[in-house]
Structure formats: structure tokens, C-alpha cells
């Protein structure tokens, strides 16, 4: 709406295209907070290695990403096989 009015558009205007009531479109603009990059210090004052991103990581999270790409790709990878003869399907098999 931006590019479409050059200019920041209003709570009613985003209200109407939305199709959302006004006071609802003050409560989600009231929310938004400043936003902190995760690269940022943990203390500006006590230069260390550490940032936020070392606080939040989480090995839990790397293995349910790294299982949920593994498990999408077996998926990918069947769907592909599907699409040949059994005897090219045997032939990548046998090949990878």
C-alpha cells in the first residue's frame, strides 16, 4: 500500500483493505516493538564473544531441522523415482 499511495497508509485505510475494524489494526500497530539483530552484543559495555544468536541456538532445533530436510528430501527423492522405469529406478539405486 505503500508503493500504492507513496506514503504510509493510515489504520483506516489499512482497516478497509484488510477487512479488518479499525481498533483491531491499532492493536497489532501497537505491538510492533523495536527489533534487535541477533548478531548484537550481549553487553555493550563488556565487550565478549558472545551475542544473542549464541544464546538462543539450540542443538534440540539444528536436529529437528536437520531430520525435517532429511525427511523432505527422502520425499523429493521418491516422487523423482517414481517418474522412471522400474529398470532406471534400479539403476539410480544401485548407482547412489
Avoid: G
Avoid at 23 to 46: F, G, Q
Avoid at 81 to 94: C, G, Q, S
Amino acid at each position: 500500500m505503500e508503493q500504492k499511495f507513496e506514503r504510509q497508509p493510515t489504520n483506516e485505510e489499512l482497516a478497509e483493505n484488510l477487512e479488518l475494524s479499525e481498533k483491531h489494526i491499532k492493536e497489532i500497530t501497537s505491538n510492533n516493538t523495536r527489533t534487535v539483530s541477533l548478531d548484537s552484543p550481549l553487553d555493550a559495555e563488556n565487550p565478549n564473544p558472545w551475542n544473542l544468536l549464541d544464546v538462543v541456538a539450540s542443538r534440540e532445533f539444528s536436529e529437528l531441522d536437520s531430520s525435517l530436510y532429511t525427511e523432505s528430501l527422502r520425499y523429493d527423492i521418491s516422487r523423482a523415482l517414481d517418474t522412471l522405469t522400474p529398470r532406471e529406478t534400479e539403476i539410480v539405486k544401485l548407482f547412489f
